[in-house]
């Protein structure tokens, strides 16, 4: 009988080698794709945080004024996060996967299935927070904020990065081509990127909507880094740090069964 696609991850330190193979490819455009990938969330924090945050000035979060422009940095570099880790996740991984089969390549080594797509989901973080840290340091440079806190935030920013890798994954493995990943930004990271309190605070939502964002995993990663911009610990951590490992968790081991599935055919 053939063995179920949904058994238990088997795993090992096979995955290294393949990070390796990524890390060695991506070393010869490393700048390219980090200005590419810099760009964009330093743009939203340029027009919005110092132009719109000239109008708006500072905003009301938990009963407490705060300049907009901190409010606005710690809600996109956890944006900037889920984008890189996204793409990498779909539009990479799915070239590798697919088009160039590379996975096919690397599975005539002694390495297993489960371990290319760990190795995947460890490649997208790595890269998520790579730019993460680049973004921080301007951020650093603009004298947005100074807190020691911001050393945690980067482990969290790094987790999320890793939960949305694997949701990504998912996506990947169910793909027939490039163009079903605009269902998975058009429907889901968009709307959640306006739902999460990355540029204006959840109080302002209606309450079944609120309620709602509290589960959505970016919720959560902003609810765990926002304060520590603000040189505070988070209300609530072990809850949003609770729910973040959940969605990786589970994601992961979606995301390697149906990919399973898809090499099984």
């Not at 409010?71 to 990479?92: H, P, T």
């Not at 973004?135 to 990065?161: C, D, K």
């Not at 589960?215 to 505070?232: C, G, I, Q, S, Y």
């Amino acid at each position: 009988m053939r063995p179920s696609h949904w058994r238990a991850p088997d795993l090992s330190t096979r995955w290294w080698p393949v990070f390796q193979r990524h890390l060695l490819v991506w070393r010869k455009l490393a700048i390219p794709s980090l200005l590419g990938n810099i760009a964009e969330p330093l743009m939203w924090l340029l027009a919005f945080g110092y132009g719109m945050g000239a109008l708006v000035g500072q905003v009301q979060l938990h009963g407490e004024r705060v300049p907009y422009i901190v409010f606005l940095a710690s809600g996109s570099i956890c944006m900037s996060a889920m984008n890189a880790a996204s793409f990498e996740a779909l539009y990479s991984a799915f070239s590798r996967m697919h088009v160039q089969k590379t996975w096919d390549g690397i599975m005539n080594a002694p390495i297993r299935l489960d371990d290319v797509v760990l190795a995947e989901v460890l490649w997208a973080g790595f890269k998520a927070i790579f730019t993460v840290s680049a973004i921080l340091v301007v951020m650093l440079a603009l004298g947005i904020s100074h807190s020691p806190r911001l050393l945690v935030a980067w482990a969290i920013l790094l987790g999320a990065g890793l939960t949305f890798s694997a949701i990504a994954l998912i996506f990947t493995a169910l793909a027939k081509s490039y163009d079903f990943f605009a269902y998975y930004f058009t429907l889901f990271l968009t709307p959640m990127m306006f739902l999460s309190g990355v540029f204006f605070p959840r109080d302002q939502l209606p309450a079944p909507l609120r309620v709602a964002s509290e589960w959505l995993p970016l919720t959560n990663a902003v609810e765990l880094v926002r304060p520590m911009f603000l040189d505070r610990w988070p209300e609530n951590p072990w809850r949003s740090a609770a729910i973040l490992a959940a969605y990786a968790l589970v994601a992961f081991w979606v995301a390697l069964a149906l990919t399973r599935r898809r090499f099984a055919k």
